[in-house]
Every structure is written in structure tokens, then in C-alpha cells.
């Protein structure tokens, strides 16, 4: 599996090793990521006919994510993610000069100030101090991500003194950017400021630079950037032209067909009925169909499919259980509800899911997993 190394000569570094995503046993090589990792090797040494930004763009749930992941595997590169918000700023996308507070000064602060502080201390960068707080505080990724912009914006608001230290803490962009990583983007559409958009923009150029307060830094060869974002339906923002002009290869993301689906459910429930698995992928196919034709806003795709068939394959009625995996998901509303059950109804599935709970002890087709 080491056809798509990059750099097949790179020493990583043993925290660097860690974040080079390993393949699951339920992952299915897909085409299209057969087609990026070929794209790109073909092209690595060619100079400016390189490939290094990538776009995913698609369905809700169609493995934009583990396609991404998967090139970090393929191409030996760690993995690293940021995830984009509508009121994104200087320090989330480069980074921030931060004063180094004495004990004296970090007195007055509360508990929880004190906390995201001494993590950023024992970090030099703003995501291991996020990685910290998760840690030591047992709180999810996202909670800790938001004490710790907090707490950069304390800092930066303090009046400035003479005779304290400032440090540098680089954002995970510069990080991999710097380091020759591959860095999932996700969602860049959501960003308001177009100035931030522009940051983004140069960093993406082939030979782009990063002005840093206390550098300037070059893009490392190995610098892949894969923005990963969901098709501009109902609404979505499309892509910023000039970000969508930089990239280099594309990929349309759109639900997986029935076949692949099913292959997927088997490799992570280790459920095998394939009749069954079949109906369930049509049903969530119709649905999906359906909620975008009618402009309902929620979606049916793969995860509800995984937790429907994980749910059947545990002996749920395989009915009841479509409301709680699948449709309560896309809404709650009586008159979607509805159209939804009536699409189900018009293509047979709804007597096919009836026979389903008729017919078959699911559990029987139980395999053990691993
Ligand atoms: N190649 C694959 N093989 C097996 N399972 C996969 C594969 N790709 C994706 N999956 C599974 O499908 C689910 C959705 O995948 P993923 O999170 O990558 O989707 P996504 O397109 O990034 O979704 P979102 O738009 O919500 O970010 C996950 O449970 C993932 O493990
Ligand atoms: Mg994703």
C-alpha cells in the first residue's frame, strides 16, 4: 500500500506519526479516492503542473471526511482538520502574539480563565492547547476549542506593558502548512469576512507565504489542502470564486450509489442481509430524493442508514425504528412527515418494510464483528 507515498524519503517526527491517519477495517477504498491518489502522485514532481489543492464537494455524509483521511494514509502525510465559522478571525486563521502572564497577573482570573490558560502555556500552538483542555477537563473538542478562542481574545484585549514576554501561538493552518501536512478544510463557505477568505486564498497559492508577525513563512512542499463542503443547495453559500479558482482537482461528492452503501453497512455493523440492507438504502435513497424535491431542509444519507441497520440488526422493529434513525432526523413537522411517508408508500417500500417485520428474525444474520 506504499504506491502513493509522497515523500517516501520524509522522516515524520513520532507525534507527526500519530497523525497519519490509519484505515480502519471498515474502510472501502473508493474511486474517487483511487483517482485523487493517482492524480496527484503522476503529478508531484512536475513543478507547476502539481496537485495539492483539492476539493470535495457534495452530500452530507458521502465520506468527503474519510476521504480525506484516507489521502493522509495513502500519501503518508499526517492529518490535521479546521473547521470553518461564520465569524472567523485573524488569530483563528494565523494565529496570535499572546503576552506570557505572571502568577501575579493570572491571581485575578477565574477558574475556568486559569484552566485554558495553563494549557496554552504547556502548548505552542493553539490546537494541542485545545487537545489539552480535552484531555485534562474530560470536555469535547468543540467546548474546549471555544475556551480557548476565549481566552486568546482576553489576552489579546489586555492593555499592553512593558517587560512581558509575548509568544507566538500558530494556528492548525500555519501548522500544516509550515510542516507539510495534509489539512482538511471544512466548510470555508461559512466565513463572512472576505478578508480572512483572501488570507486563506494566498496561503493556497502554489509558492503562497504566510505573513506571521514574527515571520514569514513558505508553504511546505508536502502541503496538501483539501476543502471538503456540501453542495450549495437550499440556500448554502457556494464556494468564494478565487478559493474555488485555486483549486486543483475536484471531486463531486454525492451520495454513494445503493451497492456501495450496502458494502459500507456491512463493514461497520457487521450486518450481511442483503435483501434487507437493500431496502433500507432504497428507503433512505427515496427519502433523501423526496426531502430535497419537497425543499425539506433535513437529510437522509449514510449515518442514518448505519444507525438504522446497526438498530434492525440489534432486533428492532424495523419500522418504528425508520422514524427514530431515520425520519425524525430530517423533521419533525406532521405535513413533511407526511410527504415523506407517502413517497415511501408510492415506491412500495413501506409493505416491503412491513414484510421485513413479518418475515424475519433479523437477528439471526448477526455476524460478530472483529
Ligand atoms: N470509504 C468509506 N468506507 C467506509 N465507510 C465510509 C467511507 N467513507 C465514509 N464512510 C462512513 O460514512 C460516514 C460519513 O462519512 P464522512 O464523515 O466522511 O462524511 P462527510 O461527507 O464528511 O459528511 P459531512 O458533510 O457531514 O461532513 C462515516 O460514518 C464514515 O465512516
Ligand atoms: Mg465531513
Redesign the pocket.
Known sequence: MDQWLLSPGRRLSEEEQTLVWCKPS?????EE?IRICNEVKRNWNQGEMKIANILLEG?????????AK?LSANFGLPYTKVTCFADMDKSDIIGAILPVLSDEQQESMGREEKEALKALYQSDNLSAAVGILVKTLGITEKQAGVRIRQMVKVLEQLPQTENVKYRFYPSEIVRAFRNGYLLEI?EPTVIRDAAMLMALNSALEPDGIINLPTEIIHRHPDFIAVI?T?RGYNGCRPLNEALRDRIQHAER?DMPSIEVMIE?AI??TGYTDRYVLSVLANAIFVLDQTARANAIKGVAG??SY?YWIDAVAYGADVKESLYHKVIYKITTDPDEIRILEEALNVQGITSELNDINSNRNVKKNMIPTS
Do not use: I, V, Y
Open positions: 471498515s474502510h472501502k477504498d473508493s479516492e452530500d452530507a455524509g458521502s465520506g468527503k471526511t474519510q476521504l484516507a471544512q471538503t456540501n461528492m459500507r463493514a461497520k449514510m449515518r448505519f
